[in-house]
Every structure is written in structure tokens, then in C-alpha cells.
């Protein structure tokens, strides 16, 4: 245990060094590309190590033989396994856009990692086994412990008495006198009875279950109902899909951890009406947050902070594209949470449905939403139908009968249907009369430089401070920028070109102004105007693709559409349709790379065949568990997950059929056979069962470490292992973001890496069997004599 333990630190340690010299800093991704690799990277280590301390126990050779022998044979193998489930990722490392950019650190995380881990076991790990492992264990004497425990603990004593910041060093090393008892008298015992007794149960109940397996026809019975399983999965998980058990999401849906209140009034509203009403919307959204069930006394379990923007910073993200102009017709409410642990259970998207339902329609006139923050990237609204055309007119004219047609539809799921463009701004607009312009030698563009001049400023010098230099602006005051009869009884002053005489014309003189209402914005895509209806979804809704589905078969009434204007459903939708393809794409393109590099290492089609059948085989596991369990399918870390089992599936599989193949070769040494020669049915079964039964530890002991490694992640442990030691409290908890971001892609890596366990020690065995024996009645085919009549014809 000792030997394999020792991968993790040392992979750990190289994975940050490459890490750090690529540049990389810790991140979310980054960590999770640790984490993942924590329960793989001990793999590579444990077929080493079983493989060298099994040829020293049953076959009774010294250490440096079984070093020497237990390494050549597993060599190559691993070096092929790691290869291929590093291949699986490299297309990941491919991604494009911003999501790529988000994702990008997991695969090549992982690949560090696993490259680590190949290097430690190959090279560490055979150093340590050959010098140092023994077969039998010595004994520590109770003397030995008494003394050891009695350093230990007066040791760890001193330090947590006095040890300051140190003192979790301390309790770390009182347990740790403490666990030598506890492994002399009951892990140790344990450990003895499960080696010994329960390990040999379930390795002499594999034999059995192995040799039934490929008796006679059982070989096509086992694959056969295997398959049947995979399309049962399937067909299951699509009706558990059609029914809306199972729903579809782009990213995991989450609990919120900010809420934002966007307000906006019509545009051209001041500042300070919008500021009245932002204000009355916080005391709402106060009094709706201090309510009973999110109190404890005069704590808030909830709430940390609070903030409220009008004007500059109030804009919505999705709708403004991070505009930082100045929207004094805009507000913003910002309620940030507490983390996880502090909410007493209490769900903050309780809350957010209160809020909404308690300030909705309560100003007329007054858009509000309230959304919350999303995981990932971001990618856009759920429901998002961009309208597009030529005149601008006719296409807020659409937008405003198609909102209000799908509102007549009464649509589960959509929130609130907005349109990001108005027609109501305020403008006034400047008539110049051109004729009369022209007899005072006054141009267009003097008249509304003028202006501009007036409402935004000229520049007049520059003042220097400090070594700085700061522009120096000159405009009207504050109450004259309003005031239309300042702006247009000020004079022109210019130098008449034909007189060469200074001139000073009145504004009012060449131009009157219209008060009238204009486009809030005109929003273009690849140089396209369009206008855009968009909504989020409702509390409880989360798969966009079924409502948005809903809402094409509802349009296909909409009689509305004008001549030359056409639809495009986007947002998210169109973000997740896009990645998803992408997976798909990279999902195949890591099988056809791993498929190669199987080719290499077998040198023939039959057994990377095999492994391939196992991955798809294991689908198994993930659909029917997602459709036992009724998880949400997430198309981000979903498809991750089952790009990361594809990789992992294959390692067990190789090192099997290697150690299987390298069984039948010597088989044949043995009887004096050529490597065309084959070998009968008894014999390539008892190899392939003799080969499955020496891989059976390592099979088992990689998936449970994997496994284990993916448990804390899947269900969202948390544990605090310095204030235990320091401070003895765990913090311990279930659940948080991480489990909301990373569990549906721990639990697919879990359900899938199950039942390809079993695939692994039971059908890749069914299969190589089934290949073997029609490899065996072809050759028997090509090689049968001739019939005589044949043989006189030729002579």
C-alpha cells in the first residue's frame, strides 16, 4: 500500500511543476483535473506493484527477478493504457470559443497527470518494489508501539500545547500514534481476513462465473444478453427522456449564489425617478429577504451584501453585451449569498421566487426580471429567437406581435418574454433648413457640431498636474443642456468665406427642432439588424431545449411574420446545439485515436475491436443510471464524463488481453507450436481464465480507487481537514456548488466505470473467446486437406 501510495504525492508534485511551466495558475478546472486524476493516477502504480508482489508470493522469486519479470511483462502495456486515455482527451484540447477557453484546463490537467503517474510507476515505483518489498510483514511488538505512541504523543502534545499556527501538526501526530494501534489490532486483522478469506471467495466465485461464461455456447448467451442490456439502456433512457422524467441541460442548473433585480423604466426617465423607485424595490426585496423562514433571530442565513447600481453598471450583461455606457432609465439589485455551509439547508431559489413573484407588475410601465448567476461561460438565454430583416420598424413590429402571440399560448417554463429593443425612446430631432442655411453661408455640419458642442463638450486646453496632463472641456451648465431655448437661440460664430467678415447666426435662425420617439438601440449580427425575444425560464425549469421545442411547434400558427423577415433560434440553445456537436466530434475522434494506438500495440484488429465493443458496452452503466435516478442529462459534463470513462474503460481492458495473449504465447513455446499454430479450446480458455483471475486484483482495485476518488466530488463531502487538526471541527457538510457543477460528470465516470468493471473480468474475456474461435475455424478452413478428386484434376 505503501509503494502505490507513494504515486500520489509524487505525481502530484510533478503535475503542479509541469503545470507551473506551462504557465498555468490554480483554478476550479485546474483542480478538478486533479481531483479526477487522484483515483486514476494510482492505477499505473498498482499493476506494477500486484504484478511484482504476485510473482514473489506464487512463484517464490526474489525481488530484483520479480521486478525484472513483473515490469517487462506490464510495461508496455500501461505505457499503451495511459497513451489511450490521454488520447481520449486530446481533441479536448481543440476546443474552440470561449468555451474552450473555460474547459481547456481539465484534459490537459489530466494528461499531466496521468503522464506523472506512468513516470512514477515505471521508473519510482520499480526502484522501491526491487530494493525494499517484502513478501511477509515484520511485526511491531507492543514494546515498539508503546515506545513509538509515547514519542508520538509527547511530541504532538508539545506542539499542539504551544505550537501556535503549527498545532494541527500536533493532533496530526497523536492520531497518528493513536493508528498504529488501531492497524496492529484491527486493520491489520482485517485486511488478513479480506486477503485471505474474502478475496479468495470472490476470486475462486470468479473462476466459477468465468469458466461458466465460456463453456460451449454461454460464450454467445453472455455477449448476447450484454447487448440486449445496452439497447434496453438506451431505449429506456430515450422514453425517460420523451416523458420528461429525464430532462436535458446545457450547463448544471444552480442554486443561486447572487440574485439580480434588473430594473428599467422607459428610456429617457431621470435619474432621480429611477433612483426613487430602485430604492422602493430594495425595501421589498428586503423585506421579503428578512422574512421568518430565512432568519434565526436577527441573523439572516441567507443574505451577505447587498449593493444597488442606477445608472452606469445597471445594464443586464446578455441584453447590453457588458455595455459601460451611462443608463439613468436603468436600476440594479445585487444580492450576493452566504456559502453553502451557512444556509441551514434553506434553498436560495426559494427566494428568488418570492422576490419575483413580489415585484412583478408592480409599477406599471417598469420591466423587472429577476435572474440569478450562472455556472460557466456565459453562454445567452434559454429562450432566445433573434427576428431579422432590413427595416427596423417592421422587425420590432413582429417582435411585439410574436411576444404577444406565445404569451396567448400560456408556454410552461417561460418567465417573462421581452423584447431587447423599444420604440419609445425620447429624441428630439434637429430640421436644418438648407436653403435658408445656404443664403447665411451656414453648412449642416456647423449647426450640428454646434450642438454637439453644447450638450457634450469642445475641447479648450490641457491642464498639467503632477507630470499629467488633463483635458480641459468646455459645455453648458447642467440646466441649459436641458433647456432647448438656450441650446437653439445660441449663435453660430465663423468667418464668412466670401467677405472674409466674422458672422454670428443664430441656431433658431437655420434649423427648428421635432420632439419625437426613436429606436432604444439598433443591434446588428454578422452585419445583420436584428431585434431579439428573450426570456429566462421559471423556478423548477431547466431543460431550455424541450420549452424552445414547444415554442417551434407553436410558431408553425403564427401568422404574423412580415414579407423578408426571418427567425433564428439562439441564445443558449444555439450554444449548446454547437458544443454538443463538438463532443460528439471529439468523443469519436478520441475512440478513432485510441483505435490506432491499439493497432499499434496488438498489431491486429481483433482485440482493439474488442476493447472499442467494451466502451460502447459500458453506456450501460451511465444511461441506466441516469434513467434509474432521473439526473438531468448535461450536455457539458455529461459528454465529459463520457469522454473520461471512454479512456479509462480501455486500461483494465488492455493489461487483460495483454497478460492474456502473453499466457497463450507461452502456452505455445510450451508445446513446441509456431505463433500461426492455435491452440484447442480447453487450452485458450484456461489461459484466458488464468489470466482474468491474475488481473482480477488489479482490476478491482483500480475501479474502487477511481471510484473512491469520484465519491466526495459526486456527492458533495466537505471536509475541513485543517480545522480538524487544529481547531477539532471538520466543518463537515453535504452538497454546495461543486457537487451542483461536477457531480452529473463524477456520477456518469461511476455508473459507467461499474458495470465496465464487470465488462472487463466477464465479457472482454466472453469476447476474445468468441474471436479466438472464429479465428480458429477460419485457419481450419484454409488449412483442410483437399479432396483427392481435386488432387488428381490438378496433377
Given at each position: 500500500a505503501l509503494f502505490v501510495g507513494f504515486a500520489i504525492p509524487m505525481s502530484m508534485f510533478m503535475s503542479f511543476m509541469i503545470l507551473s511551466a506551462l504557465g498555468y495558475t490554480l483554478n476550479t478546472m485546474i483542480l478538478f483535473g486533479l481531483i479526477m486524476g487522484l483515483g486514476m493516477l494510482v492505477d499505473n502504480g498498482v499493476v506494477v506493484v500486484e504484478n511484482v508482489y504476485r510473482l514473489m508470493e506464487e512463484e517464490g522469486m526474489s525481488r530484483i527477478e520479480a521486478a525484472k519479470k513483473g515490469i517487462g511483462e506490464i510495461a508496455f502495456p500501461i505505457i499503451i493504457s495511459t497513451a489511450t486515455t490521454v488520447a481520449a482527451f486530446v481533441p479536448l484540447g481543440m476546443w474552440p470559443g470561449m468555451m474552450g477557453e473555460f474547459m481547456i484546463f481539465f484534459p490537459i490537467t489530466l494528461s499531466v497527470v496521468l503522464g506523472s503517474s506512468l513516470f512514477v510507476a515505471i521508473f519510482m515505483n520499480s526502484m522501491l518494489v526491487s530494493s525494499f518489498m517484502e513478501v511477509g510483514e515484520k511485526e511491531l511488538s507492543k514494546k515498539q508501539l508503546i515506545r513509538l505512541s509515547i514519542i508520538l504523543g509527547s511530541i504532538g502534545a508539545f506542539i499542539l500545547i504551544f505550537g501556535g499556527q503549527l498545532r494541527g501538526l500536533g493532533s496530526v501526530m497523536i492520531v497518528l500514534g493513536i493508528s498504529?494501534?488501531?492497524?496492529?489490532?484491527?486493520?491489520?486483522?482485517?485486511?488478513?481476513?479480506?486477503?485471505?478469506?474474502?478475496?479468495?471467495?470472490?476470486?475462486?466465485?470468479?473462476?466459477?462465473?468465468?469458466?461458466?461464461?465460456?463453456?460451449?455456447?454461454?460464450v454467445y448467451w453472455y455477449f448476447g444478453v450484454t447487448l440486449l442490456l445496452l439497447i434496453a439502456a438506451f431505449m429506456t433512457f430515450g422514453l425517460s427522456l420523451g416523458s420528461g422524467r429525464t430532462k436535458v441541460e446545457f450547463f448544471p442548473d444552480n442554486t443561486p449564489n447572487e440574485i439580480y433585480v434588473y430594473i428599467e423604466y422607459p428610456q429617457g426617465t431621470a435619474i432621480e425617478r429611477t433612483n426613487e423607485i430602485t430604492k422602493d424595490i430594495e425595501r421589498r426585496v428586503y423585506a421579503i429577504a428578512d422574512g421568518d423562514k430565512y432568519m434565526r433571530g436577527s441573523h439572516n442565513l441567507l443574505i451577505k451584501s447587498s449593493v444597488s447600481q442606477v445608472g452606469k453598471g445597471a445594464e443586464n450583461p446578455f441584453t447590453e453585451g457588458g455595455s459601460a455606457a451611462e443608463m439613468p432609465h436603468r436600476g440594479k439589485v445585487t444580492i450576493?449569498?452566504?456559502?453553502?455551509?451557512?444556509?441551514?439547508?434553506?434553498?436560495?431559489?426559494?427566494?428568488?421566487?418570492?422576490?419575483?413573484?413580489?415585484?412583478?407588475?408592480?409599477?406599471p410601465g417598469l420591466a423587472i426580471s429577476v435572474e440569478k448567476d450562472a455556472v460557466g461561460p456565459p453562454a445567452g438565454y434559454p429562450i432566445n429567437i433573434e427576428i431579422e430583416g432590413k427595416n427596423y420598424d417592421?422587425?420590432?413590429?413582429?417582435?411585439?406581435?410574436?411576444?404577444?402571440?406565445?404569451?396567448?399560448?400560456?408556454?410552461?417554463?417561460?418567465?417573462?418574454?421581452?423584447?431587447?429593443?423599444?420604440?419609445?425612446?425620447?429624441?428630439?430631432?434637429?430640421?436644418?433648413?438648407?436653403?435658408?442655411?445656404?443664403?447665411?453661408?451656414?453648412?449642416?455640419?456647423?449647426?450640428?457640431?454646434?450642438?454637439?458642442?453644447s450638450l457634450f463638450g469642445d475641447k479648450a486646453g490641457i491642464y498639467k498636474k503632477d507630470g499629467e496632463d488633463y483635458d480641459i472641456n468646455v459645455r453648458f451648465n447642467e440646466d441649459l443642456r436641458y433647456n432647448t431655448s438656450a441650446l437653439f437661440n445660441q449663435n453660430i460664430i465663423f468667418r464668412d468665406q466670401a467677405t472674409g467678415q466674422i458672422k454670428e447666426v443664430p441656431v433658431s435662425a437655420v434649423a427648428s427642432q421635432r420632439n419625437t420617439s426613436s429606436f432604444s438601440a439598433i443591434k446588428h449580427r454578422d452585419a445583420k439588424r436584428v431585434v431579439t425575444v428573450y426570456s429566462g425560464l421559471q423556478p423548477g425549469f431547466t431543460d431550455a431545449g424541450a420549452i424552445v421545442a414547444q415554442i417551434q411547434k407553436e410558431m408553425e400558427d403564427f401568422d404574423g411574420m412580415a414579407t423578408g423577415v426571418k427567425i433564428d433560434y439562439t441564445g443558449q440553445i444555439e450554444e449548446q446545439n454547437k458544443q454538443m456537436n463538438f463532443l460528439m466530434g471529439a468523443f469519436?475522434?478520441?475512440?478513432?485515436?485510441?483505435?490506432?494506438?491499439?493497432?499499434?500495440?496488438?498489431?491486429?484488429i481483433s482485440k482493439p475491436a474488442i476493447i472499442m465493443t467494451a466502451i460502447f458496452l459500458s453506456f450501460i452503466g451511465v444511461f441506466g443510471g441516469l434513467m434509474l435516478t432521473g439526473w438531468p442529462f448535461v450536455i457539458m459534463m455529461t459528454m465529459m464524463g463520457i469522454i473520461s470513462l471512454a479512456g479509462i474503460v480501455v486500461n483494465n481492458g488492455v493489461v487483460l488481453l495483454d497478460y492474456t495473449q502473453i499466457l497463450i504465447d507461452r502456452k505455445k513455446v510450451a508445446l513446441g507450436l509456431d505463433d500461426k499454430d492455435m491452440l484447442?479450446?480447453?487450452?485458450?480458455?484456461?489461459?484466458?481464465?488464468?489470466?482474468?483471475?491474475?488481473?482480477?486484483?488489479?482490476?478491482?482495485?483500480?475501479?474502487?480507487?477511481?471510484?473512491?476518488?469520484?465519491?466526495?466530488?459526486?456527492?458533495?463531502?466537505?471536509?475541513?481537514?485543517?480545522?480538524?487538526?487544529?481547531?477539532?471541527?471538520?466543518?463537515?457538510?453535504?452538497?454546495?456548488?461543486?457537487?451542483?457543477?461536477?457531480?452529473?460528470?463524477?456520477?456518469t465516470v461511476i455508473f459507467g466505470l461499474i458495470v465496465a468493471t464487470f465488462l472487463t473480468l466477464i465479457i472482454v474475456p466472453v469476447l476474445f473467446n468468441i474471436v479466438y474461435r472464429i479465428k480458429t475455424r477460419i485457419k481450419g478452413r484454409r488449412d483442410k486437406p483437399k479432396p483427392k478428386e481435386e488432387l488428381d484434376i490438378a496433377a
Open positions: 498504529f494501534w488501531a492497524y496492529k489490532y484491527l486493520l491489520k486483522p482485517s485486511a488478513r481476513r479480506f486477503q485471505t478469506k474474502t478475496l479468495t471467495r470472490f476470486e475462486n466465485w470468479y473462476e466459477t462465473r468465468i469458466k461458466h461464461a465460456l463453456r460451449g455456447s454461454n450576493s449569498m452566504r456559502e453553502f455551509k451557512y444556509r441551514d439547508g434553506v434553498d436560495t431559489e426559494m427566494l428568488r421566487k418570492e422576490i419575483q413573484d413580489g415585484v412583478k407588475g408592480i409599477y417592421t422587425l420590432i413590429n413582429t417582435a411585439e406581435r410574436m411576444r404577444n402571440f406565445l404569451n396567448g399560448k400560456n408556454i410552461a417554463g417561460i418567465e417573462e418574454l421581452k423584447i431587447d429593443v423599444n420604440k419609445g425612446k425620447p429624441s428630439m430631432q434637429v430640421v436644418v433648413d438648407r436653403e435658408k442655411a445656404g443664403e447665411l453661408g451656414v453648412s449642416v455640419g456647423q449647426v450640428g457640431q454646434q450642438l454637439r458642442r469519436f475522434a478520441g475512440l478513432g485515436l485510441i483505435m490506432l494506438i491499439l493497432v499499434f500495440q496488438f498489431g491486429g484447442t479450446n480447453e487450452e485458450v480458455t484456461e489461459a484466458i481464465v488464468k489470466g482474468g483471475k491474475a488481473r482480477l486484483r488489479p482490476v478491482i482495485l483500480t475501479a474502487i480507487t477511481t471510484v473512491l476518488g469520484l465519491i466526495p466530488l459526486a456527492i458533495g463531502l466537505n471536509i475541513n481537514f485543517y480545522t480538524l487538526f487544529s481547531d477539532f471541527d471538520a466543518n463537515v457538510y453535504i452538497g454546495g456548488d461543486n457537487v451542483i457543477f461536477w457531480g452529473p460528470l463524477a456520477w
